[in-house]
């Protein structure tokens, strides 16, 4: 009886044993998938957001000038084509959700309804030089990164509810990812070619002051940037293929490695806020992977 007993114990042993070698494992966090096919959108690629009700637009879906929008199972389908000479580099949505586009050929922050799709002009600036990407307070004040590729120079500027354009600094390095801590009391901007994250202080009326060096990066590119719920900040790594999370201390918390190279930016979504959607430039579509911390707009 002995023997039995331990004969059918190691086949137990043995059964469990191949279950759990066997058997899927469960998704890790940070790791990337591809969510989209490939060459859906232009070499533009850029600019993901979601809107209220969950839906997700980014731009230049097929070719320069148009949003696309975004199934949760990765197809797309065209939204909206702009006005001719347009080309959208960011999305965000107001509090009435009218969803506000960065058209940086021509020096546009531009209003689309997306019940109508009437794509009409928010704030025309001419000392604009390319306002590239895009974030919005509780206000509506928008906060615009606006960069002069050519000079590897930048500025950056706020846009009032009523379309009036304050620059906030000049003379800085390629501004682009801009982005809000959840408490919208610290302002977030990096330098592309510089590699630089800068820190400012946001006052009520939405002025900045007291700017500081959050990190520093020895290599390759910055590009997009958003905050998770704890103040964290995902930061895509243009040219190096990945996203680093960087805590508001300004410590490097880890970097989450992307099957391409160009990655241009990312938000969060999903049922939970732990989603997080890479556009990616060089495969000309996106991935995604899950994170531990929500997006910051999810409660």
Excluded at 130 to 145: E, G, R, W
């Amino acid at each position: 009886m002995k023997t039995l007993r331990t004969v059918l114990s190691l086949t137990l042993l043995a059964v469990l044993t191949l279950y759990c070698t066997t058997r899927p494992p469960a998704e890790g966090l940070y790791v990337a998938r591809d969510f989209t096919a490939e060459n859906l959108f232009s070499g533009n690629i850029e600019g993901p957001a979601f809107d209220s009700k969950g839906n997700l637009y980014v731009v230049n879906y097929l070719r320069d000038g148009t949003i696309g929008r975004v199934n949760s199972d990765g197809s797309c389908e065209l939204f909206v084509e702009l006005p001719e000479g347009s080309i959208a580099n960011s999305i965000q949505f107001d509090s009435k959700g009218d969803m506000l586009l960065a058209d940086f050929p021509r020096h546009n922050v531009l209003r689309l309804h997306p019940a109508t799709k009437e794509v009409g002009v928010f704030c025309h600036e001419e000392r604009f030089n390319q306002p590239n990407d895009l974030c919005i307070n509780a206000k509506d004040q928008v906060f615009a990164s606006d960069p002069k590729w050519s000079e590897s120079s930048g500025q950056l500027w706020r846009i009032d509810p009523g379309g009036k354009a304050v620059l906030l600094e000049t003379g800085m390095g390629t501004t682009n990812g801009i982005e809000l801590s959840p408490d919208e009391r610290r302002l977030y901007v990096n330098e592309s070619v510089q590699r630089r994250v800068w820190r400012y202080d946001v006052d009520a009326q939405g002025n900045v002051s007291n700017k500081k060096l959050l990190i520093e990066f020895a290599d390759n590119g910055l590009d997009g940037m958003k905050c998770d719920r704890e103040g964290n900040l995902y930061i895509t790594r243009w040219g190096k293929g990945t996203v680093a999370v960087v805590s508001p201390e300004g410590r490097l918390l880890r970097e989450v490695v992307l099957k391409g190279k160009k990655c241009s930016n990312l938000v969060f979504g999903g049922k939970d806020g732990r989603d997080v959607f890479v556009t990616l430039q060089d495969r000309k579509g996106m991935e995604r992977f899950r994170c531990a911390v929500p997006g910051k707009r999810f409660k």
